[in-house]
């Protein structure tokens, strides 16, 4: 079964940083590229950051340019988000996602193949 579990979500204050990590079982990481997504209470799901599978594109959403980092260690099977001057606004449920495109994970997210049930980031002083 192919699965993501994602993790290092909690309780930070403002300004504070965080590392998120995605972890594949059921299948190796290194022909995927991977989607971080975000959903914060009341609101749709938005696009963070995609990262190729050879790690060479990345993309972000302009709300988190200059503050948030999405890197990937094939090796491990893991993709990691690190989050620095973290905002209130950033406080949302984090999910990761498989796909095969690139542009799917940037233009259509929703056809992206797997999908984590999701980790809980609070930025709240």
């Known amino acids: 079964q192919l699965q993501l579990v994602e993790s290092g979500g909690g309780l930070v204050q403002p300004g504070g940083s965080l590392r998120l990590s995605c972890a594949a079982s059921g299948f190796t990481l290194d022909s995927y590229t991977i989607g971080w997504f975000r959903q914060a209470a009341g609101k749709e799901r938005e696009g963070v950051s995609c990262?190729?599978?050879?790690?060479?594109?990345?993309n972000y959403a302009d709300s988190v340019k200059g503050r948030f980092t999405i890197s990937r260690d094939n090796a491990k099977n893991t993709v990691y988000l690190q989050m620095n001057s973290l905002k209130p606004e950033d406080t949302a449920v984090y999910y990761c996602?498989?796909?095969?495109?690139?542009?799917?994970?940037?233009?259509?997210?929703?056809?992206?193949?797997?999908w984590g049930q999701g980790t809980l980031v609070t930025v709240s002083s």
């Open positions: 990262i190729s599978n050879s790690g060479y594109r990345t």
């Open positions: 996602a498989a796909g095969q495109l690139f542009s799917l994970c940037v233009s259509a997210p929703r056809r992206l193949e797997v």
